[in-house]
Antibody
Framework: QVQLQESGPGLVKPSETLSLTCIVS????????WSWIRQPPGKGLEWIGN??????????NYNPSLKSRVTISVDTSKNQISLKLSSVTAADTAMYYC??????????????WGQGTPVTVSS | QSVLTQPPSVSGAPGQRVTISCTGS?????????VNWYQQLPGTAPKLLIY???NRPSGVPDRFSGSKSGTSASLAITGLQAEDEADYYC??????????FGTGTKVTVL
């Protein structure tokens, strides 16, 4: 059974780059899409982007509203996915989740999710 | 702001039936993309409740059901229980190449 565990610095200064990792256990990260999703305190969910990796093939998709600041990458040797978000502001304060993306036909859904890691942007 | 609109809150007494709507547009639900639903208990990560508009993962009680019609979808909870008190989110796909979530609905058991 796949399990995901996010980690990263809980506090990031404005204008700096937020860096988070998600370790996947219980299965390979190859041949699946993996997403990052965030949730500001007391607010709803926002999809950040995803990555697919298989052999020499790699695809990324990003939320158009965040695309200019986001990079999602994969390290197969560590079975982990990484998120970098540059030029952060207080609006980037949120709980950040990684999730396995499943798809069939005309849908894609997220399951399972990691427990999330909180990030606060403050000086 | 999200392109999928949900009512901020719904409530019901134990045993009752409640429904949560998820209204989209011709670029997401109306374009034929299915809807998924998640339950988020306080202080926890979201959990998949319904996928492909009407399919329940193993382990999800059959009190939860989903449907889709036109540019909208619905989640129904029958036989409401105290443990169902949570936030619920719908999610689909949009032709803008993004993956929108709904605005979220808080379910209160009276």
């Amino acid at each position: 059974q796949v399990q995901l565990q996010e980690s990263g610095p809980g506090l990031v200064k404005p204008s700096e780059t937020l860096s988070l990792t998600c370790i996947v256990s219980g299965g390979s990260i190859s041949s699946y899409y993996w997403s990052w999703i965030r949730q500001p305190p007391g607010k709803g969910l926002e999809w950040i982007g995803n990555i697919y990796y298989s052999g020499s093939t790699k695809y990324n998709n990003y939320n158009p509203s965040l695309k200019s600041r986001v990079t999602i990458s994969v390290d197969t040797s560590k079975n982990q996915i990484s998120l970098k978000l540059s030029s952060v502001t207080a609006a980037d304060t949120a709980m950040y989740y990684c999730a396995k993306e499943n798809s069939y036909g005309a849908t894609n859904w997220f399951d399972p999710w990691g427990q999330g890691t909180p990030v606060t942007v403050s000086s | 702001q999200s392109v999928l609109t949900q009512p901020p809150s719904v409530s019901g007494a134990p045993g009752q039936r409640v429904t949560i709507s998820c209204t989209g547009s011709s670029s997401n639900i109306g374009a034929g993309y299915d809807v998924n639903w998640y339950q988020q208990l306080p202080g926890t990560a979201p959990k998949l409740l319904i996928y492909g508009s009407s399919n329940r993962p193993s382990g999800v009680p059959d009190r939860f059901s989903g449907s889709k019609s036109g540019t909208s979808a619905s989640l129904a909870i029958t036989g409401l229980q105290a443990e169902d008190e949570a936030d619920y989110y719908c999610q689909s796909y949009d032709s803008s190449l993004s993956v929108p979530f709904g605005t979220g609905t808080k379910v209160t058991v009276l």
